[in-house]
C-alpha cells in the first residue's frame, strides 16, 4: 500500500516548489507549511485566511477561487489546507502543485496538540484572521467543536489521502507522509534551499 509515498526516510526525499501540506486538525500542517516557507525561501498562504471571512463565514465559492488562482499563480509557494478534489478552488490547486506532504500522524499526538493550541487561542483571544477568534464557547461545546470536527474527521482525512497518494492521476507529484512528529522534525531539518 505504501508503494506509492515517497516516504520520509527515502533518500531524506526533497519538496518541490509548489507545495501543499495536508493532515488532521492538530497534526501540525501549518507549522510545516511555514517552516518550509521560511527554509525555502517561499511565500506561505494560509488555506483558512482565504475560505474564512468575518464572523467565521465561509466566502463564496467564486471569491475562494479567485483568491486561490491569485495565490498559486506564483511561481513557488507552501499552503496549509486539505483539499477535496471536487471543491473548484482544490481542484485548480491540484493542477498547479508539484508536492504534496501529508502529515498523517495518530490521534493520540493531533488531538493533545489541538487542545493545548485551542486552549492557548481561547485563553489570549488571538486574532486568527479577519477578526475571527477561537472561543471557550465554540472550541469545547458546540456542536461545530473543532475537537469533535477532528475525532470524527480522523479516518475520512486517511482514507482520502490514501486513494488520492495511491492514485496514478497524481503520479507526477512529489508525496511524502510523515506519520510521527519526530519523523517531521527529522524530515523538516534535511529539507535544503533549493
Do not use: C
Request: aromatic share 10%; hydrophobic share 40%; charged share 25%.
Amino acid at each position: 500500500m505504501d508503494e506509492g509515498y515517497l516516504l520520509w526516510d527515502e533518500k531524506m526525499q526533497q519538496p518541490g516548489q509548489k507545495i501543499v501540506v495536508v493532515g488532521t486538525s492538530g497534526s501540525g500542517k501549518t507549522t510545516v507549511a511555514r517552516t518550509l516557507a521560511v527554509r525555502l525561501g517561499i511565500p506561505y498562504i494560509s488555506n483558512d485566511e482565504i475560505i474564512w471571512g468575518p464572523d467565521w463565514q465561509l466566502k463564496p465559492e467564486a471569491d475562494e477561487v479567485r483568491l486561490f488562482d491569485e495565490a498559486t499563480a506564483q511561481p513557488a509557494w507552501t499552503l496549509d489546507g486539505n483539499l477535496n478534489p471536487k471543491s473548484k478552488a482544490d481542484t485548480l490547486m491540484l493542477s498547479r502543485l508539484d508536492t504534496i506532504i501529508w502529515v498523517n500522524l495518530p490521534r493520540r499526538e493531533t488531538l493533545p496538540q489541538l487542545l493545548r493550541r485551542t486552549i492557548r487561542r481561547a485563553w489570549t483571544g488571538e486574532e486568527l484572521w479577519h477578526g475571527n477568534r477561537e472561543s471557550w464557547r465554540t472550541s469545547f461545546f458546540s456542536h461545530d467543536s473543532i475537537f469533535w470536527f477532528a475525532i470524527k474527521s480522523h479516518r475520512h482525512v486517511e482514507r482520502r489521502y490514501t486513494a488520492m497518494i495511491d492514485d496514478p492521476a497524481y503520479a507526477h507529484v512529489t508525496r511524502i507522509r510523515l506519520r510521527s512528529r519526530q519523523e517531521v522534525n527529522e524530515w523538516l531539518s534535511g529539507v535544503r534551499r533549493a
